[in-house]
T-cell receptor
């Protein structure tokens, strides 16, 4: 079974802190994604990566950056956390190619106080 | 930007009944997928339907796609309490790259 593991399930951070959310997948997938999920807004794509060291902005990249130094790992970075970044963050991965299933991690609940 | 919009936003039924959820989208697509999310958990893939398909079945799931109306429906037959979850449609928005755009979801409650 494909496994996408998010390092932290629940985090509480202070405004202005630098926050790292880590994600690892074990199926040699080329594509990796970071989404955030908020009530009434559904899932919104922050960043995605289709190869090591490659990244593309999604719909809401402002205030975030990402890093993909190894194929299996995709990190989301909040350079200076703000309260409006309190949310559920979901990492996902998939094989390259049209119509492939996207596999999600269990999510990281981030609260910024 | 939201590509898919699910309807209804919430649905409450009794065990044994059928549940139908609808999804509308805005741009041309290569495929459309449905995902399920249990409360507070990640999403799980249910079924994919390609743009040249009109209907697809998987167990108690039936998905239809009408590309002329830019809409899809997910039917869950003989619902069980364990089907209680949120259901999302997702499209590739015709990007040619596997970047899915999700709708806002339908919350399904199945009561015993």
């Amino acid at each position: 079974d494909v496994k996408v593991t998010q390092s932290s399930r629940y985090l509480v951070k202070r405004t202005g802190e630098k926050v790292f959310l880590e994600c690892v997948q074990d199926m040699d997938h080329e594509n990796m994604f970071w989404y955030r999920q908020d009530p009434g807004l559904g899932l919104r794509l922050i960043y995605f990566s289709y190869d090591v060291k490659m990244k593309e902005k999604g719909d809401i990249p402002e205030g975030y950056s990402v890093s993909r130094e190894k194929k299996e790992r995709f990190s989301l970075i909040l350079e200076s956390a703000s309260t409006n970044q309190t949310s559920m963050y979901l990492c996902a991965s998939s094989k390259q190619g049209d119509g492939n299933t996207i596999y999600f991690g269990e999510g990281s609940w981030l609260t910024v106080v | 930007s939201q590509q898919g919009e699910e309807d209804p936003q919430a649905l409450s039924i009794q065990e044994g009944e059928n549940a139908t959820m609808n999804c509308s989208y805005k741009t041309s697509i290569n495929n459309l997928q449905w995902y399920r999310q249990n409360s507070g958990r990640g999403l799980v893939h249910l079924i994919l339907i390609r743009s040249n398909e009109r209907e697809k079945h998987s167990g108690r799931l039936r998905v239809t796609l009408d590309t002329s109306k830019k809409s899809s429906s997910l039917l869950i037959t003989a619902s069980r309490a364990a089907d209680t979850a949120s259901y999302f449609c997702a499209t590739d928005a015709g990007t040619g790259f596997q970047k899915l755009v999700f709708g806002t979801g339908t919350r399904l409650l199945v009561s015993p």
